[in-house]
């Protein structure tokens, strides 16, 4: 509806800092636009969709504008007194009730007590993400202290990315967001598969990560038959697998087909040649995954070769400054999932992860 | 196509054809998304844009029906920039055809 349309617009500019004739006048530019299209024989919807939604055009609309900080009123006081409250709450716990573990992690609320108050009235998206790493860091502590839930309770801290993705999805084609979810639900369903011990047939949900890339070719034909291989190979790979005597070793023989038409089409989406330093990261994580893999049967880690990908990337492409804060999640991750493994310490190998909010505040401030 | 090399296109068509005639804004949009494949909601930010830079004047115009229009009309300076722009299209546009003819060329 129109008029729902100009409030949601309305209120999103008012985050920023314009003058209030500047807000106006885009506002009053939009509902010209709006009754024009209506007047052309557009539905409602059609229009909104020709105008973008208001949070998919707020952000060009409102270059060179700074967003306007609104914390919550009171709210230096109750920051302020937030380590002072938890202090005591913690001692009330220990003394009172002896519980002084799990009882630390009342302090947990510093932080958050912090983001919510600067924040303020801030839309409520942001308001997640920002707030996602504690509460995944509460739930992952409970379920390890409460239920030795270490693993998979790690699995709580994919919300982290997940929330991101999903509160920039105003600013994405659906078939993007999709595709930057996919690797995240592909992680959690291959864990809950292999939990059950399905290690082996389990792995295969990776492939809805292409399944979703291939999408976004633009020949419809070649796209269909791009996936059908891939659906293809995945069928071989499980029907092989269960059905020809546990035949696991020959099943990836299955993706051969697929694997083939994706070298022929290995122009796709790509802006001309892959520079040869980038073609042997790829071959050297491929070799290395596989090596480790079948040699020493680590798959659970051996994984973590493929993160040479993006650090590579990285360390070539992202400016001096901003690198450690880019590298630091794979940092974290390579010795969190190291620590856990050979030393069985998953329990206190998650405090890894604190690198990259500290490596994130060492860089700003 | 890369989204900033297709942004400075735009720019350039908005230029050009608000040079041509004055336009308002949706007779813009729509005219641009006919002839350039164009998300639609990308070229008013464009076009409030190089109008906070200068580019262009606005005005009101009352009509017959219905309410008054805003239109757009080039400055003095958004009439150096469109030749800047052309000037620095057609460069391109002569080395990429000479690139693409270049075989044939030296034959």
């Given at each position: 509806m129109k008029s729902k349309y100009l409030e949601d617009l309305s209120i999103l500019l008012d985050d920023y800092q314009m003058d209030a004739f500047e807000k106006q006048d885009i506002i009053s530019d939009y509902s010209e636009m709006y009754?024009?299209?209506?007047?052309?024989?557009?539905?409602?919807?059609?229009?909104?969709?020709?105008?973008?939604?208001?949070r998919s055009i707020i952000k060009d609309l409102t270059e060179g504008h700074r967003k306007v900080e609104r914390p919550l009123p009171g709210s230096e006081k109750v920051i302020a007194l937030s380590p002072f409250v938890a202090t005591i709450i913690f001692l009330i716990l220990g003394f009172g009730f002896d519980l002084w573990h799990p009882g630390w992690m009342i302090f947990l609320i510093i932080p958050v007590i912090a983001i919510i108050m600067s924040m303020g009235k801030t839309k409520e998206d942001h308001l997640t993400t920002a707030l996602s790493p504690f509460g995944a860091t509460v739930i992952f502590l409970l379920l390890g202290f409460m239920f030795d839930l270490w693993h998979p309770g790690w699995m709580i801290f994919l919300i982290i990315p997940v929330l991101g993705i999903w509160n920039s999805r105003y600013t994405m084609r659906k078939i993007d967001l999709l595709t930057a979810l996919s690797p995240f639900v592909a992680v959690i369903a291959y864990t809950i598969l292999g939990f059950n011990g399905y290690w082996v047939e389990g792995w295969v949900v990776f492939m809805i990560i292409p399944m979703?890339?291939?999408?976004?070719y633009p020949n419809k034909k070649v796209m269909l038959l791009w996936e059908l291989l891939l659906i293809g190979g995945v069928a071989g790979y499980l029907y092989i697998g269960l059905y020809l005597d546990s035949t696991w070793q020959y099943a990836w023989l299955a993706f051969i087909?697929?694997?083939?038409?994706?070298?022929?089409?290995?122009?796709?989406?790509?802006?001309?040649?892959?520079?040869?330093?980038?073609r042997i990261v790829i071959a050297s994580s491929l070799l290395a995954f596989l090596a480790v893999g079948f040699f020493f049967h680590a798959w659970v880690i051996s994984w973590l070769f493929f993160l040479a990908i993006p650090v590579y990337a990285i360390t070539t492409e992202v400016g001096n400054k901003e690198k450690l804060v880019a590298l630091s999640p794979f940092i974290a991750l390579v010795i969190f999932m190291l620590v856990g493994y050979f030393f069985n310490l998953w329990h206190l190998s998650w405090i890894a992860f604190l690198i990259i909010p500290m490596t994130a505040i060492i860089k700003n401030t | 196509m890369n989204s900033q090399f297709k942004r400075g296109i735009?720019?350039?068509?908005?230029?050009?054809?608000?040079?041509?005639?004055?336009?308002?804004?949706?007779?813009?949009?729509?005219?641009?998304?006919?002839?350039?494949?164009?998300?639609?909601?990308?070229?008013?930010?464009?076009?409030?844009?190089?109008?906070?830079?200068?580019?262009?004047?606005?005005?009101?115009?009352?009509?017959?029906i219905g309410a008054p229009r805003k239109y757009y009309s080039l400055t003095d300076e958004g009439a150096l920039k469109l030749n800047e722009y052309e000037s620095e299209w057609r460069k391109f546009l002569d080395g990429v055809y000479r690139i693409l003819g270049g075989n044939e060329d030296e034959k």
């Open positions: 009754d024009a299209w209506v007047d052309k024989g557009l539905y409602e919807e059609e229009v909104e969709k020709k105008l973008g939604h208001p979703f890339g291939i999408l976004n087909p697929f694997a083939l038409f994706s070298l022929y089409k290995s122009d796709w989406n790509i802006d001309g040649d892959i520079p040869n330093g980038y | 735009i720019e350039m068509c908005v230029l050009k054809m608000i040079s041509r005639e004055d336009m308002y804004g949706f007779q813009l949009i729509d005219t641009i998304s006919q002839e350039v494949e164009v998300n639609e909601n990308t070229v008013y930010p464009i076009l409030r844009r190089l109008t906070k830079q200068g580019l262009f004047n606005t005005y009101t115009k009352s009509m017959s």
